[in-house]
């Protein structure tokens, strides 16, 4: 059964400072990736995906993420942390050739120092 | 254009009670998911429809949840006999669908629902 580990269920940078939001995923087959964020009270948005085109993705807001097969990652990275980047991010995994259902890690809580 | 609707946003029941949750998908989206978001478990899927098929109910915790789509659009999951562990917000999300496991799923803002 494929499974997502987020490390770290919350993490807490300063403005302008590095992100990094770790993702491992477990499948036998490379599945298709995805990082969401939840902003309060709201629904998830699609920050990237990966779908076996480029390893590096781009995203929305200047986040991106790169897979790599050999340590089953997808670790979600923004160089420059703004306040408005506080929210809680997701990853998930759906299997190729699957109805698309989501299995979503247990989230990670970006916090933001000014 | 209009994204994934659902309502009502919060609810408040009693235990016992049953209860009915709408979402109404984005035009067009042939694929609809429920979800579940909770303290305890996180995000849990639920019930998928695509189209016309027979819907995927394996995510349904017990016989108490149900949903049905009607006409392809509008989904409403029901809640009989609630439990405070039902207690939780129930998210919707639409796709394209087909057999793009990979079509981004939109999310509405879900209704938080509150079991006394």
């Known amino acids: 059964a494929q499974s997502v580990t987020q490390l770290g269920s919350h993490v807490s940078v300063s403005e302008g400072a590095l992100v990094l939001l770790r993702c491992n995923y477990s499948?036998?087959?490379?599945?298709?990736l995805f990082w969401y964020v939840q902003y309060p009270n709201q629904g998830l948005q699609l920050l990237l995906k990966?779908?076996?085109?480029?390893?590096l993705v781009k995203g929305i807001n200047g986040f991106e993420a790169e897979f790599k097969k050999s340590e089953t990652s997808f670790h979600l990275t923004k160089p420059s942390a703004h306040m408005s980047d506080a929210a809680e991010y997701f990853c998930?995994?759906?299997?190729?050739?699957?109805?698309?259902?989501?299995?979503f890690g247990k989230g990670t809580k970006l916090s933001v120092k000014p | 254009g209009a994204g994934v609707s659902q309502s009502p946003s919060n609810k408040v029941t009693e235990k016992g009670k049953d209860v009915e949750l709408r979402c109404d998908p984005i035009?067009?989206?042939?694929?609809l998911y429920w979800y579940r978001q909770s303290l305890g478990q996180g995000l849990e899927f639920l019930i998928y429809?695509?189209?016309?098929?027979?819907?995927?109910k394996s995510g349904l915790p017990s016989d108490r949840f149900s949903a049905e789509r009607t006409g392809g659009s509008v989904s409403t999951l029901t809640i009989q006999r609630t439990q405070q562990e039902d207690s939780a917000v129930y998210l919707c999300?639409?796709?394209?669908?087909?057999?793009?496991?990979?079509?981004?799923?939109?999310f509405g803002p879900g209704t938080r629902l509150t079991v006394l």
């Open positions: 499948s036998s087959v490379p599945p298709y």
């Open positions: 999300a639409s796709s394209l669908g087909g057999t793009g496991a990979y079509n981004e799923q939109f």
């Open positions: 990966y779908t076996s085109a480029a390893t």
């Open positions: 035009s067009g989206h042939t694929a």
């Open positions: 998930a995994v759906t299997s190729r050739g699957s109805q698309g259902n989501l299995i």
């Open positions: 429809f695509q189209g016309n098929s027979a819907p995927d």
